[in-house]
């Protein structure tokens, strides 16, 4: 017949576990000797010495492969996306909607525009830009900036005309005749399309009467972006890039309604039909004059 188990009580546990921690027979700290305790902390040294060493040669060796100026991978980056200014965002997208009796309600979109075009100030571009050949790519294969940089071409708020803020600091907001900023995305060696044809903003309606869009004027001249602006290099090489924009101004648009608008950017090398992507090459906004 089997014998129950003496149960042990909490000091001879206690006792137990002392012995060990330190067996004085056999001079064991926790069940192994001192030169067992020696050559085991030896072997884990060594083992993650060897394992911090594999890993830093291959991180080493990968940041060989890796280009500071370039990425590796930007094969999603077909074409750039297109920002607007003032971008004021609603439920459905961007919607410019304001009172153009009130003050307050069209200051808040000449605001975003002076802000955004401080460093397109002549004296700020003088500064650290220069002046570009227009009509051709700016191709620079050595780094001939200060600093080992690129250098990045002159683009000055004078360009945009009645648009610029400069002889209209309201840009036609309280007039109801609003400017719009249209920027591409920056996307590093991209080329738009070919020498002699460069891109250029074309804006259509998508909801309501075509008549708005009898009178627009465009800066500059046309709605281009002159090529000498790309391609672009990248922040570390041309720290002082600023991209050109192309100022829509809408003269004819009826008060009080809600229209949409379309603006394309036209180009070789530039998609507008991109499904997953509403924003690749294109913007699409409302727009509502309250009077």
């Not at 009645?162 to 996307?187: A, H, Q, V």
């Not at 809600?258 to 998609?271: L, P, S």
Request: proline share 6%; charged share 20%.
């Amino acid at each position: 017949m089997a014998t129950l188990k003496e149960k042990r009580t909490c000091g001879q546990r206690c006792e137990d576990f002392g012995h060990f921690v330190w067996n004085s027979d056999t001079k064991q700290f926790m069940g192994r000797t001192l030169e067992r305790w020696v050559y085991i902390s030896l072997y884990y040294v060594s083992f993650y010495i060897v394992m911090s060493g594999l890993f830093i040669l291959a991180l080493y060796v990968m940041l060989l492969t890796l280009n500071p100026y370039t990425p590796t991978y930007q094969d999603r980056l077909i074409s750039p996306g297109v920002i607007l200014r003032p971008d004021i965002w609603g439920e459905e997208g961007l919607e410019i909607i304001y009172n153009a009796s009130d003050k307050k309600s069209w200051m808040r979109m000449t605001n975003i525009l002076d802000k955004y075009l401080l460093h397109y100030n002549e004296t700020h571009q003088n500064e650290s830009n220069r002046h570009c050949p227009s009509g051709s790519y700016y191709i620079q294969k050595d780094f001939k900036g200060p600093h080992h940089t690129k250098y990045a071409c002159i683009f000055t708020r004078e360009m945009l005309g009645n648009c610029s803020g400069l002889e209209d600091p309201t840009y036609g907001y309280p007039e109801g005749k609003p400017c719009f900023l249209i920027k591409m995305n920056r996307i590093i060696n991209f080329l738009p399309g070919k020498v002699g044809s460069p891109p250029y903003v074309k804006c259509t309606m998508l909801e309501g009467s075509p008549s708005n869009l009898d009178q627009v004027e465009y800066y500059p001249v046309n709605g281009t972006f002159d090529i000498s602006y790309f391609p672009y290099y990248g922040s570390l090489a041309q720290p002082n890039y600023t991209n050109p924009l192309v100022a829509v101004k809408f003269n004819s648009i009826k008060k009080n309604t809600e229209i949409k608008i379309e603006c394309k950017v036209v180009a070789d090398h530039i998609c507008t039909d991109n499904f997953h992507d509403p924003y690749e090459g294109k913007v699409v906004f409302q727009l509502k004059i309250e009077s």
